[in-house]
């Protein structure tokens, strides 16, 4: 489709694109393309659509695959690609619904969900996933410890999965334009490179210290001791005899903080 026709097919089933749904359909048949050939499809594999707009992509998938999965909050969209391929969609909120299993997922991902939904879909676990965010959030994913980039999002998905920018996409690809560019993020998940004593307990941590992450990690775990139910005194002696007290979260790997979250587990299970 040219953006003429994404105009007049989105006129017919009465959709104005929802700035609040991040709705920007993708225009560029080269990229659609590039896309799919990323995944590298085998026809057994269930692969995994989200918000498949008008089916730039869900029109490449349909041959390669006979488990394709398409969900689509948009019910006009959803109907829409019903008639036009014959494909079944969960017609859902794809953060509200639990997800089918699979083993890739291809998306051009609503720029709002872009984090709540990666985080489910790691989760859930696949192959291989081929997608589509906003740069600055696929700059995120991919960011290193010190860096201006790095986030409470980077350590959540690079300590389950390897994150590559494999594709830049310019605002010119999408209808209407958005007011940034995009990229192409290949994930790969993966076991951790080391232990964990709770995925929960790490993941508490981890969001308790990157509330605070350009403060030293004793200073931030103290002013939030209440959420770790200790008063100031246990918090203080817990924070002290800590790895990495002095450094500031901002610094620290994955591994790192994994090393602190143990630490914290060990003293809550004495």
Not at 4 to 28: A, C, N, T
Not at 90 to 109: C, G, R, Y
Not at 127 to 156: D, N, W
Request: charged fraction near 30%.
């Amino acid at each position: 489709m040219i953006v003429s026709d994404i105009k007049g097919e989105l006129y017919k089933l009465g959709i104005r694109p929802s700035k609040r749904y991040g709705q920007h359909f993708l225009v560029d048949q080269s990229i659609a393309d590039w896309i799919v050939q990323k995944a590298e499809i085998q026809s057994h594999e269930k692969v995994l659509e989200i918000g498949s707009g008008l089916g730039i992509l869900t029109e490449r998938l349909v041959p390669l695959t006979r488990n394709l999965i398409i969900i689509e909050k948009d019910k006009r969209l959803a109907e829409y690609l019903d008639r036009k391929l014959g494909v079944e969609i969960i017609n859902m909120d794809a953060l509200k619904t639990d997800l089918p299993d699979f083993d890739k997922v291809v998306s051009n991902l609503p720029y709002q969900i872009s984090s709540e939904i990666t985080v489910r879909l790691l989760d859930k676990g696949f192959k291989k996933g081929v997608l589509m965010y906003q740069k600055e959030f696929a700059e995120h994913l991919v960011a290193e410890p010190g860096t201006k980039t790095y986030s409470r999002i980077s350590v959540m998905v690079q300590y389950r999965a390897d994150c590559t920018i494999v594709k830049h996409v310019s605002k010119g690809s999408y209808y209407p334009v958005p007011k940034v560019d995009s990229a192409i993020v290949e994930i790969i998940p993966r076991q951790a490179g080391f232990q964990v004593e709770s995925d929960e307990a790490f993941r508490d941590m981890v969001r308790i210290l990157f509330a605070h992450k350009n403060r030293k990690v004793r200073n931030g775990l103290v002013s939030e001791r209440r959420r770790l139910g200790m008063d100031k005194q246990e918090a203080r002696r817990f924070a002290e005899t800590l790895p990495y007290a002095e450094q500031r979260p901002v610094k620290l790997s994955p591994k790192e903080l994994a090393e602190i979250t143990n630490a914290f587990c060990r003293l809550k299970n004495e």
